[in-house]
């Protein structure tokens, strides 16, 4: 187990977009391990390539502690309804906001052993997934918050 830097807003990484992944190398794979340790340890629901420094086009997602999904070069095929709540980030540490998202969303990727699947996913995997993936063209979720941001301990009393 190797935990990684998240790196924080203002950091010139999570403004780039990532390189799409042409393989599978010891090193990918060990990244891989790396963000999912990473994400566990600072209590996230998903983590981006880019967050931990590496401008390539991988995301690992696990909303339930339980389901854990690696998605390499992934694009939404499909978005529908809306859903309207807060949302924080590893790299906003202690700041959350209002965001609004699809509730549901279709997305193809490749797995750690470079096979194309497709993941859906409604409320909290939908939003994971988006967010998530804005990550992959630097962007974070501070450009589409509501009302501004908040620290998290103040959002928590409302």
Request: hydrophobic share 35%; net charge negative; with cysteine.
């Amino acid at each position: 187990m190797a935990l990684r830097n998240i790196r924080e807003i203002g950091e010139e990484c999570l403004t780039k977009p990532c390189k799409e992944i042409k393989e599978m190398t010891p090193r990918l794979r060990e990244l891989i391990e790396d963000m999912f340790d990473t994400m566990y340890e600072a209590g996230g629901v998903g983590l981006a390539a880019p967050q931990v420094g590496v401008l390539k086009r991988v995301v690992v997602i696990d909303v339930t502690g339980e389901d854990p999904y690696v998605l390499i070069n992934p694009q939404i095929l499909a978005e529908e309804g809306e859903q309207t709540g807060q949302e924080g980030c590893l790299s906003v540490p202690g700041k959350c906001g209002i965001v609004t998202r699809p509730n549901y969303v279709k997305a193809q990727a490749l797995d750690i052993e470079m096979k194309p699947y497709e993941l859906e996913g409604t409320e909290l995997l939908a939003r994971a997934i988006v967010h998530e993936l804005e990550h992959l063209d630097g962007h974070l979720y501070v450009e589409k918050v509501e009302g501004g941001l908040k620290n998290v301990e103040a959002a928590e009393e409302e």
